[in-house]
């Protein structure tokens, strides 16, 4: 475990990204290519910033990435646009007068872990249906959805409300997550046109 816990970190700083949570998104991208040249992408959980800049190196100088995160992700680069902001605070008409739409909606939101598995579980539900609450108001039809959650009882009900508005839910544990870990990621593919 420590192994690959060593592995990842090292890359990470090799590579130049500010953590080893990088791998968990380039893992899912290279295996169902979501993110594309040109697109607008809006990045909840932010901080410290690998996954904004990891998306800004594919959504090119045509792109955008929206970093927001109650700490200052400190990534820099002239397609990332820093919203220093409390995901709960946050409101779509706000991120509007950014872009109109978003081509995909990335989060890997995180609660303060307690130790207790069951109230880190809802927590991080919570924070998970607010971003699909945004996503849901800003996502343009077609749009990705890919959203951290903790593995526990309300992640079926979860699930089932990322359906409603998707036309694909997919779980994603990738490589690069620790194995102790209980996280998981679902990648939401298809975002419907009619649905609230």
Same mark, same amino acid.
């Given at each position: 475990?420590?192994?690959?816990?060593?592995?990842?970190?090292?890359? +990470?700083?090799?590579?130049?990204?500010? +953590?080893?949570?990088?791998?968990? !998104?380039?893992?899912?991208?290279? @295996?169902?290519?979501?993110?594309?040249?040109?697109?607008?992408?809006?990045? !909840?959980?932010?901080?410290?910033?690998?996954?904004?800049?990891? /998306? /800004?190196?594919? +959504?090119?100088?045509?792109? !955008?990435?929206? =970093?927001?995160?109650?700490?200052?992700?400190?990534?820099? /680069?002239?397609?990332?646009?820093?919203?220093?902001?409390?995901?709960?605070?946050?409101?779509?008409?706000?991120?509007?007068?950014?872009?109109?739409?978003?081509?995909?909606?990335?989060?890997?939101? =995180?609660?303060?872990?307690?130790?207790?598995?069951?109230?880190?579980?809802?927590?991080?539900? /919570?924070? =998970?249906?607010?971003?699909?609450?945004?996503?849901?108001?800003?996502? @343009?039809?077609?749009?990705?959805? %890919?959203?951290?959650? %903790?593995?526990?009882?309300?992640?079926?009900?979860?699930?089932?409300?990322?359906?409603?508005?998707?036309?694909?839910?997919?779980?994603?544990?990738?490589?690069?997550?620790?194995?102790?870990?209980?996280?998981? %990621? !679902?990648?939401?593919?298809?975002? @419907?046109?009619?649905?609230?």
């Amino acid at each position: 475990m420590k192994k690959v816990r060593d592995h990842y970190f090292k890359k +990470a700083k090799k590579q130049g990204f500010p +953590a080893r949570s990088v791998y968990k !998104l380039e893992e899912a991208q290279k @295996k169902h290519r979501f993110l594309k040249p040109g697109q607008i992408v809006l990045d !909840l959980g932010a901080y410290p910033g690998s996954w904004s800049k990891y /998306a /800004a190196g594919v +959504a090119g100088p045509k792109g !955008l990435v929206v =970093a927001v995160d109650i700490q200052k992700p400190g990534v820099m /680069a002239d397609n990332i646009c820093l919203l220093q902001k409390d995901v709960y605070d946050l409101k779509a008409s706000k991120l509007r007068e950014i872009s109109p739409y978003f081509d995909v909606v990335l989060s890997d939101m =995180a609660p303060k872990t307690t130790g207790r598995k069951d109230v880190d579980h809802f927590r991080s539900v /919570a924070l =998970a249906e607010r971003a699909l609450v945004l996503a849901k108001e800003l996502l @343009k039809p077609g749009g990705t959805f %890919f959203c951290k959650v %903790f593995q526990g009882e309300d992640l079926p009900s979860f699930r089932d409300k990322c359906r409603e508005s998707f036309r694909s839910v997919r779980v994603v544990k990738p490589k690069s997550s620790r194995p102790e870990s209980v996280e998981l %990621f !679902l990648l939401c593919m298809g975002r @419907k046109q009619h649905t609230g």
